[in-house]
């Protein structure tokens, strides 16, 4: 969706909560009381009533809005520029963008956007080949510690490194590319996760929990890989002497790794560890619809329709 359609649909609250409206029907609403599905619509208090437990949700609840006093308008906004890019929005132009006077509203409301990505993409696991590897995102720690009673000045941070396991659907493509400087393996989907452990243990856990059994796994000769056919169908390890056969077996991770380092150094420039997570959902969402077009932001929508706001809080750091 181009930018003069974005303001000319949701140019007023009004037609952005008619608009929401009409996701929400298409979609459909589930009874918090009783499961129903059948409901009756209260145009005087905006609500939907259940036609069998005669239980009464509102319009945002049970979506990403739910508990947000932010307008329909700002949302509306929100979720069509963050699906208009490639690249990505920082909160703080999003902020310039609606004109709001606080950041910190639309710096949540956008992680809850992004925590709808990656909940999204947790409904799937990876399969075929799979091109495995880590990455090292660099984030920001606080240390107000070093601050005595009295001093002024900016609490000083130090940069950390955040592990990150990437994983990426690669097979060789059957028709080569004439550009000889692009991969001869042709991508799939995306998964990036941040490692609580870097270690065999927190690696095997994550590979189990996105990626198929029947799947073939490609790494580096990296020792906490070891194993990892106990686990899935075949594993085959590659020495990382020679640095001519590493692009060549695993291209797409370290193109996967290299775009959203500048994307997070680019746009965000200081992430906290917390929070690295809900950003490589977001590249990792838009990657594996890259082909989607406009039809990403009819996807979000959906994403963002059967995400709860349950637990948000939490995830979010």
Request: charged share 30%; proline share 3%; glycine share 6%.
């Amino acid at each position: 969706m181009k930018l003069s359609e974005i303001f000319r649909r949701y140019s007023n609250e009004q037609k952005s909560k008619l608009a929401f409206k009409e996701w929400r029907d298409k979609q459909g609403v589930c009874c918090k009381k009783c499961q129903g599905t059948e409901h009756y619509w209260k145009q005087d208090k905006w609500q939907y009533e259940c036609k069998n437990c005669e239980f009464r949700t509102t319009l945002r609840s049970g979506t990403v809005m739910e508990a947000s006093k932010m307008p329909y308008q700002s949302w509306m906004i929100a979720i069509a520029l963050i699906s208009a890019t490639k690249k990505s929005f920082s909160a703080l132009e999003i902020q310039r963008q609606l004109g709001h006077k606080r950041y910190e509203p639309i710096w949540l409301m956008m992680h809850k956007i992004r925590l709808c990505m990656g909940r999204r993409d947790d409904k799937y696991k990876l399969d075929g080949q799979i091109e495995i590897d880590e990455g090292f995102f660099e984030s920001y720690r606080v240390k107000p510690e070093k601050l005595k009673d009295g001093d002024k000045g900016p609490i000083p941070t130090i940069k950390r490194q955040v592990t990150v396991l990437v994983m990426v659907e690669s097979e060789l493509a059957k028709v080569p590319h004439k550009n000889k400087f692009r991969p001869k393996r042709k991508a799939g989907r995306l998964k990036m996760q941040v490692l609580d452990k870097p270690n065999r243990q927190g690696i095997h856990y994550e590979v189990k929990k996105h990626i198929e059994g029947t799947a073939k796994a490609i790494t580096d000769g990296a020792t906490y890989y070891t194993k990892l056919e106990s686990i899935l169908a075949d594993h085959t390890a590659y020495s990382c002497g020679d640095p001519t056969i590493m692009p060549k077996v695993m291209p797409w991770v370290h193109i996967a790794i290299s775009n959203a380092k500048k994307i997070c150094l680019g746009i965000h420039h200081s992430i906290k560890r917390g929070y690295m997570q809900n950003y490589l959902n977001e590249f990792c969402y838009k990657f594996n619809r890259r082909y989607f077009g406009d039809r990403l932001f009819d996807r979000l929508m959906v994403a963002c329709l059967e995400s709860a706001w349950y637990g948000f809080r939490y995830d979010c750091g």
